[in-house]
C-alpha cells in the first residue's frame, strides 16, 4: 500500500480555509483509492504527540503552546521531524517553512511542494516578513522534487526559479452548487437576485474599499453584502471601508455555516472578487461553482480562473461603471451566470483536481 504523509496546515476535517479544504477532500480520495494517507495535525496545547484516524486517514497531533506566526513554525519544524522517520511520499502545502524541508532532501525523501501563490510579493508583510517568505520561496524551489503551482501564471512565475519540467499546475476545485435553502436569507433581510456579494479578507490588496465606494456613491436600490472580520476600532482600513460604505451595504461579519455563505453566493446577483494578487483563488472557484456573474479585479490570476465572459475592473472609477451598467441588465447577467457554471465544469470539479493530484504522487512514488 502506498504511503503518503500531508504536511503544511493545521490539519483536518477542514477549519481553516483553502488548503485544509483541499487536503480534507484529498486524503479523503486517497484513501478510497487505497492510500495510506497520514495528515499531520497542530494543536494547542503542551505534551507529545498523539494520534487517531478520522474516516480513515491517520492522524498525528502535534500539541504547540503558542499562537500565531510563531506557533506555525514550531509546528511544520516539530512536524517535518517526526516525518524523518517515516518511510513513503510526502506532501507539503506552501512553502512558508521550506527550509525545514531541506533536512528531509538531504535524507533522501520524495517530497511535492504546493508552492502556493508569491506570498512574500503582498504588501500587508513588512520588510522581515517578506524576506522570510522570498528566501523560503526560493528554497522550496530547491528541495522540493517537484513543485505544484495552482495556476498558469504561477508556474510562470516558479520557471524563473527551476526548469519548466518540475512544475505541474494543478488548480484548486470546488463544489458545483445546483441549489440552496432560501430561508438562509432571511436573518438578513435579503431576498434573491437583491443583493450582491464581497467574500474575502477584508485587506488593501482584496481591493475592498475601492468596491465599496463604487457601490456607495449612489443609491442603487440593491444591497451590498461584505462578509469578513472587521474591527474597525482597532485596524484603520477596515474604519475607512466602514465609512465609506451607504446604507445600502450590510457588514454581517464572518460567516462560518457552510450553507449560510452557500445561499449567499448563490442567489446573489454578482459576486466581487478585488484580490489583485495571488494564484486559484477559492473563493473566487466556489463562486463560479455556484453559478455566480462574476465582477472582479482586472488581473492575469483572476482572468484565467474566471474567463472571458467576466466583468473586471482596474479601479475603483471603472467598477462604479459596471454597477451602473450591469445592476439593470438581466441579460448581461443571466450570459454571465451561465458562463461561470461552463468555467467551472470544465477546470475545477473536484473530481479532475483530484485525479491529477493522484496520477502525479503515484508517478513520484518512490521505488523501494
Known sequence: MKKLFILG???????????????????????????????????????????????????VHVPINREGALSTVLFDLRTVWHALDQDGLFLTLGYNTALFNGLQRLKGQVNIINMDGIEWSRKKWGPLARAWFWLNERIGCWVGNHLIADHPKIKQHLATRVGADKITMISYGGDEVLEADVAALVPYGLEPGGFSIIIARPEPENSFLEMVRAFSYRRRNHRLVVLGNFDP?????????????????????????????????????????????????????????????????????????????AAYFKDESACAVLFDQLLTNDVAVSRMKSASSRRFRERFT??????????????WYPDK
Not at 495510506?36 to 495535525?41: E, I, L
Not at 483563488?281 to 465572459?309: M, R, T, Y
Request: charged letters at 20%.
Open 350 to 363: 473536484w473530481p479532475q483536481v483530484l485525479r491529477e493530484y493522484d496520477e502525479l504522487l503515484t508517478s
Open 233 to 309: 476600532e482597532k485596524n484603520r482600513y477596515h474604519r475607512q471601508v466602514m465609512d465609506a460604505a451607504s446604507g445600502e451595504v450590510l457588514f454581517p461579519g464572518a460567516i462560518y455555516e457552510a450553507a449560510v455563505v452557500q445561499a449567499l453566493r448563490y442567489f446573489s446577483r454578482f459576486y466581487l472578487h478585488g484580490h489583485s494578487v495571488g494564484g486559484t483563488n477559492p473563493s473566487l472557484v466556489e463562486a463560479l461553482g455556484a453559478g455566480c456573474a462574476v465582477i472582479a479585479h482586472d488581473n492575469q490570476f483572476n482572468k484565467w480562473v474566471a474567463g472571458p465572459d
Open 9 to 59: 496546515i493545521r490539519g483536518v476535517p477542514a477549519k481553516h480555509g483553502g488548503f485544509e479544504t483541499f487536503a480534507d477532500r484529498l486524503c479523503q480520495y486517497l484513501v478510497k483509492k487505497d492510500w495510506d494517507v497520514t495528515v499531520y495535525c497542530q494543536e494547542l496545547g503542551r505534551g507529545p504527540d498523539y494520534s487517531s484516524v478520522w474516516h480513515g486517514v491517520n492522524r
